[in-house]
């Protein structure tokens, strides 16, 4: 079996093998290499026109908000001032009002100081003529008033069951007591 040899021969009558080409699909066939050797410089034309168009477009954006911020601060600046008006204003107001109640309240203060003033002025002329304060004389005003003190007193039969004053909720009576010492830490530093 080892001396058998096959051997290939190329007769004219066999069919030879031909690559099969689809006419729809040859426009496709076109390849990367080819298609930038014949539009090449176009596509970076086109890239770079794209490029310098973005740029530019940023660059109105970027222009137009600035000018709206500046716009906006300068609303905003407005409306601070505005505020700030208004606030002080409004403290200018406050402190008016403030003012007025202070200068009622002194008004008061020294009518009823001299009211005062005029009181006392007047129990020292009724002192020096023996009168009270109360306009009566002083031994008429004595007498009515102890008068007056035992008929406003109810006399009681009862006697206190204690009279020393002891209370027994407060413990043995006496100075002498025990109290706990202080809480909290030491006085030592």
Not at 58 to 79: F, G, H, P, W, Y
Not at 109 to 136: L, P
Not at 150 to 166: E, F, I, M, Q, V
């Amino acid at each position: 079996m080892d001396d058998v040899e096959i051997t290939d021969v190329d007769d004219d009558n066999s069919p030879r093998q031909v690559p099969l080409k689809n006419p729809d699909l040859s426009p496709l066939s076109f390849s990367a290499a080819e298609f930038l050797s014949l539009y090449g410089w176009h596509l970076l034309a086109l890239s770079l026109a794209v490029f310098v168009l973005i740029q530019q477009l940023r660059k109105r954006r970027s222009d137009r908000n600035r000018r709206e911020s500046v716009l906006q601060t300068m609303q905003d600046a407005s409306l601070v001032a505005k505020r700030q008006e208004a606030m002080e204003a409004a403290r200018r107001k406050m402190q008016e009002e403030l003012d007025a109640k202070a200068a009622i309240f002194k008004e008061k203060q020294r009518q009823q100081e001299e009211e005062k003033r005029r009181q006392k002025i007047e129990d020292w002329e009724n002192m020096k003529q023996g009168k009270s304060s109360k306009g009566n004389k002083l031994s008429e005003g004595t007498e009515e008033a102890g008068s007056s003190s035992a008929a406003l007193k109810p006399k009681t039969d009862k006697k206190p069951l204690r009279s020393d004053g002891y209370n027994p909720l407060m413990g043995p009576g006496g100075s002498c007591t025990w109290r706990p010492g202080r809480r909290g830490p030491s006085a030592g530093g």
